[in-house]
């Protein structure tokens, strides 16, 4: 089975569908190498938010070392975000300079938010902010991302279109299954599945051979994944065991992509013994193909008890 999401994840601007208002303002950035000190993409969950602040990384000219992706999930605190000042005022030895990703940044509270603004004006680092709920993101802030602030918008049906059709390609090159694609995207847009992450989770299911409408879980259940890794974070077995139950298909890409950021970001702060290497034996897991290739929702299940026991610090 293939892993679309990951593997036919843009990587250039040129590779990104759809989102034309946001590419051609990046472009002209570019063009003229001047930078915002700070960017703010926002939009529903799977539209790319953080694949195109990746992307901008990647334009501005830093060099990969410093490029720090943080999710504000797990760092949302003033101490988190003086921490992140301090790394923000001090300049890297190769590339033009720093860059922060913070995801999920409505996260961080309004006292880190406020510790953030002046760093944000005033030190050299390119700050690109990720939200799908930016009205929680302070004044103070979005007007320091004024010239850089782009909503993402789901796919149109002739994107939704183009999407499948790459996808189709990629995972079946001889085109047998065109016709059945046609209908799985015409079905998906039907349905409001209009963000390429879901689109894409979901032609992975249906060309492995489930009928397209047992590939789809509802919009609804999102905000289940985000309950599901803070139970791993706070080692609550009981509440993510019966959070996963709620969802019949779960997105369990989705999952791994969240419980790695939480994992990773303990791991980080995890002086070295025991308990760290208990965390990168599970950061590894999550990571690891063949579980990755699965649709085992079993095994989904059983890696995540073990994040949450290392989490919760049970041997």
């Given at each position: 089975?293939?892993?679309?999401?990951?593997?036919?994840?843009?990587?250039?601007?040129?590779?990104?569908?759809?989102?034309?208002?946001?590419?051609?303002?990046?472009?002209?950035?570019?063009?003229?190498?001047?930078?915002?000190?700070?960017?703010?993409?926002?939009?529903?969950?799977?539209?790319?938010?953080?694949?195109?602040?990746?992307?901008?990384?990647?334009?501005?000219?830093?060099?990969?070392?410093?490029?720090?992706?943080?999710?504000?999930?797990?760092?949302?605190?003033?101490?988190?975000?003086?921490?992140?000042?301090?790394?923000?005022?001090?300049?890297?030895?190769?590339?033009?300079?720093?860059?922060?990703?913070?995801?999920?940044?409505?996260?961080?509270?309004?006292?880190?938010?406020?510790?953030?603004?002046?760093?944000?004006?005033?030190?050299?680092?390119?700050?690109?902010?990720?939200?799908?709920?930016?009205?929680?993101?302070?004044?103070?802030?979005?007007?320091?991302?004024?010239?850089?602030?782009?909503?993402?918008?789901?796919?149109?049906?002739?994107?939704?279109?183009?999407?499948?059709?790459?996808a189709l390609i990629y995972a079946n090159p001889t085109g047998t299954w065109q016709p059945q694609t046609d209908r799985a995207a015409e079905w998906m847009y039907n349905k409001g599945v209009r963000e390429p992450r879901e689109i894409l989770g979901a032609l992975d299911l249906f060309f492995s051979g489930v009928p397209i409408e047992q590939c789809i879980h509802g919009a609804e259940?999102?905000?289940?994944?985000?309950?599901?890794?803070?139970?791993?974070?706070?080692?609550?077995?009981?509440?993510?065991?019966?959070?996963?139950?709620?969802?019949?298909?779960?997105?369990?890409?989705?999952?791994?992509?969240?419980?790695?950021?939480?994992?990773?970001?303990?791991?980080?702060?995890?002086?070295?013994?025991?308990?760290?290497?208990?965390?990168?034996?599970?950061?590894?897991?999550?990571?690891?193909?063949?579980?990755?290739?699965?649709?085992?929702?079993?095994?989904?299940?059983?890696?995540?008890?073990?994040?949450?026991?290392?989490?919760?610090?049970?041997?």
């Amino acid at each position: 089975m293939t892993q679309l999401a990951l593997d036919l994840r843009p990587r250039s601007l040129g590779e990104v569908i759809g989102q034309d208002s946001a590419k051609k303002a990046i472009q002209s950035f570019a063009d003229k190498n001047y930078w915002p000190n700070v960017f703010l993409f926002h939009g529903p969950p799977g539209t790319g938010k953080t694949t195109l602040a990746l992307i901008v990384a990647q334009m501005s000219g830093a060099d990969p070392e410093y490029i720090h992706e943080i999710n504000a999930s797990t760092a949302n605190g003033v101490d988190a975000a003086r921490e992140l000042a301090d790394l923000s005022s001090s300049r890297p030895f190769t590339g033009q300079r720093r860059v922060i990703i913070l995801n999920e940044a409505h996260r961080l509270t309004l006292p880190a938010q406020d510790a953030l603004k002046d760093p944000m004006e005033k030190n050299s680092a390119l700050w690109l902010l990720t939200t799908d709920e930016p009205e929680k993101i302070s004044s103070a802030i979005r007007s320091r991302a004024s010239a850089a602030t782009f909503e993402l918008r789901p796919l149109t049906e002739l994107q939704m279109v183009t999407l499948c059709e790459q996808a189709l390609i990629y995972a079946n090159p001889t085109g047998t299954w065109q016709p059945q694609t046609d209908r799985a995207a015409e079905w998906m847009y039907n349905k409001g599945v209009r963000e390429p992450r879901e689109i894409l989770g979901a032609l992975d299911l249906f060309f492995s051979g489930v009928p397209i409408e047992q590939c789809i879980h509802g919009a609804e259940h999102e905000p289940l994944y985000k309950d599901v890794a803070g139970a791993v974070l706070r080692g609550d077995w009981n509440k993510a065991s019966a959070t996963l139950e709620q969802i019949k298909t779960a997105d369990y890409r989705g999952m791994i992509s969240i419980v790695s950021s939480f994992l990773g970001s303990a791991l980080l702060k995890e002086p070295i013994g025991a308990k760290a290497d208990a965390l990168a034996t599970c950061l590894v897991g999550l990571g690891n193909s063949n579980f990755a290739d699965g649709i085992a929702y079993a095994a989904t299940k059983g890696l995540l008890y073990k994040c949450s026991r290392t989490i919760g610090g049970i041997k």
